[in-house]
């Protein structure tokens, strides 16, 4: 296949805050309107650092992210799954897999900021990361300051 004859991928960032909802809802605009694929990813990984005792395994990590990026895809489409949607679950931190995902992707979308970190900062360290070292030109969505985030997580 010849980079011509190649659909342009998309590869979108989800977890499941409303910035992720509203990136990936643009993000499946814009390779609609290129003729191309979008790629959601959620990822997990175990917390560097635990708050407190969790009685969370891996599997439970796992179905999670799993949750948040069935969820994000219904609150972005509702029922009519998009057809050039492919979605993607990783075990890994988001930063570095979202850059590695970048590589051969037209664009990078991401929200604003996600579900971690601290709710005043402009920018999440997942965005900022990937501003600064993706390989493809980078989108970063946001909802409305005013909107909750879709899902119901805690923001």
Not at 67 to 78: D, N
Request: contains cysteine.
């Amino acid at each position: 296949m010849t980079p011509e004859s190649e659909p342009v991928r998309i590869v979108v960032g989800v977890d499941g805050s409303a910035n992720s909802v509203h990136a990936l809802h643009q993000a499946e605009r814009i390779a609609t309107a290129l003729k191309g694929r979008v790629e959601a990813v959620t990822c997990w990984d175990y917390p560097s650092i635990w708050a407190e005792p969790m009685a969370l395994g891996p599997e439970d990590l796992e179905a999670e992210a799993k949750t948040a990026l069935s969820e994000s895809i219904e609150a972005a489409f509702g029922t009519n799954t998009p057809e050039n949607l492919d979605s993607k679950l990783l075990h890994a931190p988001a930063r570095p897999a979202l850059i590695e995902a970048s590589r051969d992707a037209a664009m990078l979308v991401v929200g604003r900021r996600g579900r971690g970190g601290f709710a005043g900062l402009r920018i999440g360290s997942v965005s900022s990361a990937c501003i600064s070292h993706a390989l493809c030109p980078v989108l970063v969505v946001h909802a409305d300051e005013d909107s909750d985030d879709l899902l119901g997580h805690a923001t």
